[in-house]
């Protein structure tokens, strides 16, 4: 939730930065909540130096966000495993991408069809697959 929220006030100041330097100098009113200031205005704030000015501070705390959403903070075992049994039935590549790479796999013909049976390690708990035809699914987990 925070994350979000810290994006969202990233692509608005980011939005207001590109609105004033694309208005060409015209007298644009600009507006975000508690500031009212012309595009000349927002003009020469764009150009303040990375010394702690409102301008500075908007970039740095877009390049925070940028990396946040780069390098989300790892699941706990337990909300990983909670995670990975709300996917049974779903794509494996779904799971993978909100808990990670599995630690380790393996695959062997499997019983139910002509596909395989998946083996998915990660600590603490095992997602078991089926996959055929170049689709994984989730089966269980435990």
């Known amino acids: 939730m925070k994350h979000t929220a810290i994006r969202s006030l990233a692509a608005g100041l980011l939005s207001l930065l590109l609105l004033g330097s694309c208005s060409g100098g015209a007298e644009t009113e600009l507006s975000s909540p508690g500031t009212s200031r012309t595009a000349a205005s927002a003009d020469a704030a764009d150009d303040s ?3 702690g000015t409102p301008a500075a501070e908007a970039e740095d705390e877009a390049e925070e966000t940028e990396e946040a959403q780069e390098d989300p903070a790892p699941l706990t075992e337990e909300e990983a495993l909670a995670a990975a049994m709300e996917y049974i039935g779903r794509p494996v590549d779904e799971l993978i991408a909100v808990i990670g790479e599995p630690e380790d796999r393996d695959y062997a013909p499997s019983c139910m069809g002509d596909g395989e049976d998946g083996n998915l390690y990660y600590g603490g708990f ?7 035809n170049g689709e994984e699914t989730v089966q269980d987990v435990e």
């Open 49 to 51: 130096p990375a010394d």
């Open 126 to 132: 095992i997602v078991y697959t089926y996959r055929e």
